[in-house]
């Protein structure tokens, strides 16, 4: 049965209800979560697997204010503009878009909330697991160790991501104690997560089927490898032989896989389909399984237009918010696959016949629904472009994941997908950890392609081509500038486009679109005042 441990929070989440509607305060961090919810081993593994579907919340694009959001909408590949009467929204997408966001943003406070929730949601477990005996909770020293294990290493994916958005933040890993903790200096979080993954990814499980959607040794090395990638700006200090070596433990193997060995799949869908538990590449996911716990993907409302289940045969619209920006789709060459199966443009037609017209119901009302590769008002034939002036099929549309279909298409082909509305959300696949190493081979190289960094660049990029179409690189072709936007165009709508942007030097001093340059210290967004103002201990980033 797909993703069996699903199963295990549907029917155990219940136990957890009192802690989960009890309503967290503002210091998320400092909160009891659970008691005394430890006195055998189904309930041991109901606590272990609580903060995976919390991490739903804040890791993917899933209608609130979580990492993803910052991650990806102060880039410069996607955007949620107004839409004629929608979108507005107080103005909180421009803010993010143009780099004019403040101390008092709620949505940057409910991220903070949302993943120090998720601290708590891994802290109570590891204390009360420890300070339990293997008699009184039905466990093995074995068991005992992996569990523990598992959650200080997504403890510590927590603190990577918080580190990422905000640089500098307290580092809490018991419950309540301090009630007010300091501002750690982001090299010495840096130096903490380090410490803990190094610490537990000998005792953590290998990746395996069983292991799917929990962390591993697998995304252990994920992480590092993010680390090491990024520690030139997290930390001033380069690490890109340990990128290097982190990424080969991966290729290698030496992590475990999802499906047999770790590999590249053969073509560019299977990671992104409602089977994707059977890709070879997923190292760590948020996973579903809506047909056995009624636990469903969350990202609909975020790319979904108003109409979209007549699109794909299914039965969940969305908010008509994040498209392309403009600029991007051109990016991709005409013969490549990924421009035309992982993006959406032109007439919308139903999914049922394959040929009536999706009807847009805003300003194009009773016309056909056609996304459009521009953010104007082409309806009053007006050339301005911008976050204010976009219509109801402004931008180039999210196609990559897919839910599958509740009803057969023309003449029954397809059939109903019995996997509906089970699509996992990578969060580490293998070819996010072959440019990686490639990146970092490049930098050692000033800049210049080596032998290998295209080996393992080509061998990515060539899935997305057919045979006679795919034209592989050159060490004169793949620039550093290349790379980037090799990696726009691989990981779009992923969550990395910010720390690729801050890491080759474009986020702040570079113009796209409507976007002109920021300033250096937007390269961190501010501690919320609506923490400060409840922990005098947190310090504010500079330029705030």
Same mark, same amino acid.
């Given at each position: 049965m797909k993703k069996r441990y699903i199963t295990y929070i549907g029917m155990f989440i219940?136990?957890?209800?009192?802690?989960?509607?009890?309503?967290? *305060?503002? #210091?998320?961090?400092? +909160?009891?979560?659970?008691?005394?919810f430890y006195n055998n081993k189904t309930e041991v593994l109901s606590a272990v697997l609580r903060p995976y579907t919390h991490a739903n919340a804040w890791v993917t694009p899933s209608g609130q204010d979580g990492w993803w959001r910052p991650a990806e909408l102060s880039a410069d590949q996607l955007a949620w503009p107004t839409k004629g009467r929608h979108g507005e929204d107080g103005g909180k997408w421009k803010r993010l878009h143009y780099h004019t966001w403040t101390v008092d943003e709620g949505g940057l406070n409910n991220a903070w909330r949302l993943m120090y929730t998720g601290v708590g949601f891994c802290n109570d477990p590891i204390e009360n697991i420890e300070k339990r005996s293997l008699t009184q909770m039905g466990l093995t020293q074995a068991e005992k160790d992996a569990f523990v294990a598992e959650l200080k290493l997504l403890r510590a994916f927590h603190y990577l991501k918080l580190m990422?958005?905000?640089?500098?933040?307290?580092?809490?890993?018991?419950?309540?104690? !301090?009630?007010? !903790?300091? $501002?750690?200096?982001?090299?010495?979080?840096?130096?903490?997560?380090e410490k803990e993954i190094k610490e537990n990814i000998d005792k953590a499980p290998k990746l395996s089927k069983a292991q799917l959607g929990r962390m591993s040794q697998a995304s252990a090395y994920a992480m590092l490898t993010e680390l090491y990638l990024?520690?030139?700006?997290?930390?001033?200090?380069?690490?890109?032989?340990?990128?290097?070596?982190?990424?080969? =433990?991966?290729?290698?193997?030496?992590?475990?896989? =999802?499906?047999?060995?770790?590999?590249?799949?053969? #073509?560019?869908?299977? =990671?992104y389909k409602t089977t994707n538990d059977l890709s070879k590449e997923v190292i760590f996911s948020i996973a579903y399984n809506f047909s056995v716990a009624n636990f469903q993907p969350s990202w609909t409302g975020e790319f979904y237009h108003f109409k979209q289940q007549e699109i794909y045969g299914g039965g969940r619209n969305g908010n008509n918010g994040v498209v392309v920006v403009p600029g991007n789709y051109t990016k991709f060459e005409n013969t490549d696959l990924r421009k035309t199966t992982w993006l959406s443009i032109g007439p919308q037609v139903k999914f049922v016949d394959g040929k009536s017209p999706v009807l847009a119901? *805003?300003?194009?009302?009773?016309? =056909?629904? $056609?996304?459009?590769?521009?953010? +104007?008002?082409?309806k009053n034939n007006s050339t301005l472009s911008n976050m204010s002036e976009g219509e109801e099929n402004s931008g180039v549309r999210f196609n990559k994941y897919k839910l599958g279909n509740q009803f057969a298409g023309p003449g029954g082909v397809p059939a109903i997908d019995p996997q509906y509305n089970n699509t996992d959300w990578n969060v580490y696949r293998l070819t996010w950890i072959y440019f990686a190493k490639a990146e970092a081979l490049m930098r050692k190289n000033g800049g210049t392609a080596t032998a290998d960094a295209l080996a393992l660049i080509n061998t990515s990029k060539q899935r997305a081509y057919t045979a006679g179409t795919y034209v592989p690189y050159t060490a004169a072709t793949l620039t550093m500038d290349e790379l980037l936007t090799e990696r726009g165009r691989e990981f779009i709508f992923e969550g990395f486009r910010r720390d690729d942007m801050i890491r080759f030097g474009k986020f702040t001093t570079g113009t796209w679109w409507d976007h002109t340059a920021s300033t250096a210290t937007k390269a961190l967004y501010p501690i919320p005042q609506q923490q400060r103002d409840l922990n005098v201990n947190l310090q504010q980033n500079p330029g705030y």
């Open positions: 219940v136990m957890l209800s009192s802690a989960c509607k009890k309503q967290l *305060e503002e #210091n998320a961090y400092d +909160q009891l979560i659970a008691d005394n990422d958005l905000f640089g500098n933040i307290p580092v809490v890993t018991q419950v309540g104690i !301090p009630a007010r !903790p300091e $501002t750690m200096a982001r090299k010495d979080v840096f130096n903490f997560i990024n520690a030139e700006i997290w930390t001033g200090t380069a690490r890109w032989d340990d990128c290097i070596a982190a990424a080969d =433990q991966l290729i290698n193997g030496a992590g475990g896989a =999802q499906n047999g060995n770790m590999a590249l799949d053969l #073509n560019i869908t299977d =990671q119901s *805003e300003e194009y009302n009773g016309l =056909q629904l $056609t996304f459009v590769d521009n953010i +104007q008002k082409n």
